[in-house]
Structures are given as C-alpha cells and as structure tokens.
C-alpha cells in the first residue's frame, strides 16, 4: 500500500510535525516539555485513577508511567515497549499512543495496519481520540480498505465527544455526501460546533470558512433549521 507523503503530519494536522505532543494525547490542550512538569503529573495522576478503576495498577500502572515519561522526552522506542504490555492487558491511554507511533512510525516501524488494531480497542472502550484517528484510516485507507461510512461512524463517536477534528471531518463528509447521506444542513451543525471547539488558530479559521461555504448553500428556512440544531446539540452537552 502506498504511504500518503503527508502521514508523518496527518491525523488532520492534529499532532506536531515535531512529534506527538503528550497533552495534546492526553488532554487536548497546552503542551508538556517535561515528564515532571505540573501538568504532566496531573495527566499521571488522572491516568492513574483510570487504571485503579479498571484494575490496572500494579505492574502496568508502573509499565504505562515508564512508557508515559518516555514519550514524553521523545524517547519513542522505549515508550513503546514499556506502552505494550499495559495496552495488550487493556489500557486504553496506552493503546491509543501506541496506535499513534505505529501510525507515524516512531519508535516502531509505521504500520497503519497495527495502528488500526490499537487504536480500535480503544476507540471501542470510548477514547475520543483513538475513534478520530480510526476515523482517519478508514477514510484515506490506510491500513484498511477505504469506507466512508465506516470512516463517518467513528468520526461521530469522536464528535459527540467534542473532539473538534472530528467534528469538522464529519461536517466535510457530510457536504460531500461520502459514506453519509448529503446534507448542507448538517454539514452547518459539525462545522460551527469545530469552530467553537478548536482553538484560534488556522483549524479555527477554516471551519468558519466551511461553515460560511454551507451558509451560501441553505435557503433561509434551511439555515435558520441548521441554527436550530447546533444550539440544540449545544444545550445537550
């Protein structure tokens, strides 16, 4: 299978083309230089209370903090080895980031195939993240055979989650009509909800763009309907 050029800074532009950012992994927001730096130990202590209630303490615990601290200081080899066995035994932080290095191919050979495998389990225990990037590989097929509607299943998981990338995936396939039925209307909803969500920035500005471009397309009825729905799933969350 062709490699796209562009995969080392894919998953929508959503990591550093330096290399994964850990809070972006883990939080969504901000960025962490040190594996001892304030929120570092906060996302540690977070991680720590999901493996206490899924039974993970212990040696994985222990395995999954080594691995965490590794890739933090972009020490990709070791963060997977010591990532693995956390994530064979269920971890689902775990077995999102070695989905990503598989994906990108730091500290283990790219293999988008076995990305696919990791970052399915954990997009099936509920990882935003994880269904995004699942989403990402069914969409451009890499690792799996292209399906838009598989690709739009898994970008709605990540959606409802708010995960802003997804949203705004999800609007563009909606405009499309690839994989889901075409409908400008809410094609409107995921774009304005990916322009609340990203931060300001060029991801920001080209969901207004989207927005706008579907704005142009309703007839007055139809944009005040998809006003209606985005103020709607607004009051839901």
């Known amino acids: 299978m062709a490699k796209p050029s562009r995969v080392r800074r894919s998953i929508n532009n959503q990591y550093s083309r330096r290399g994964p950012n850990p809070i972006d992994i883990h939080v969504g927001a901000g960025r962490?230089?040190?594996s001892g730096s304030?929120?570092?130990?906060i996302i540690k202590r977070a991680a720590l209370?999901?493996?206490?209630?899924?039974?993970?303490a212990g040696p994985a615990w222990a395995d999954f903090e080594k691995g965490f601290n590794a890739f933090t200081r972009g020490e990709y080899a070791m963060a997977a080895r010591a990532l693995r066995p956390p994530a064979e035994q269920g971890h689902a932080r775990?077995?999102?980031?070695?989905?990503?290095?598989?994906?990108?191919?730091?500290?283990?050979p790219q293999d988008f195939?076995?990305?696919?495998?990791?970052?399915?389990?954990?997009?099936?225990?509920?990882?935003?993240?994880?269904?995004?990037?699942?989403?990402?590989?069914?969409?451009?097929g890499w690792g799996v055979p292209q399906d838009h509607a598989e690709a739009a299943k898994w970008y709605r998981?990540?959606?409802?989650?708010?995960?802003?990338?997804?949203q705004n995936s999800l609007g563009v396939l909606r405009w499309k009509g690839h994989g889901i039925a075409q409908d400008y209307a809410k094609a409107y909803k995921w774009f304005s909800l990916a322009a609340v969500s990203f931060a300001a920035g060029a991801h920001r500005d080209r969901a207004v763009k989207s927005r706008n471009?579907?704005?142009?397309?309703?007839t007055p009825a139809k944009l005040?309907?998809?006003?209606r729905l985005t103020r709607q799933w607004k009051q839901q969350k």
């Open 32 to 34: 962490v230089r040190r």
């Open 157 to 166: 998981k990540a959606a409802q989650q708010g995960n802003a990338h997804a």
């Open 224 to 227: 005040t309907e998809a006003e």
């Open 38 to 41: 304030p929120v570092a130990n």
């Open 213 to 218: 471009a579907m704005a142009e397309k309703l």
């Open 94 to 108: 775990a077995q999102f980031v070695l989905g990503y290095l598989y994906q990108v191919g730091q500290g283990v």
């Open 49 to 56: 209370t999901s493996a206490l209630l899924i039974g993970l």
């Open 113 to 140: 195939a076995e990305a696919e495998k990791w970052y399915r389990k954990a997009a099936e225990q509920g990882n935003a993240k994880a269904q995004y990037n699942l989403g990402v590989l069914n969409h451009y």
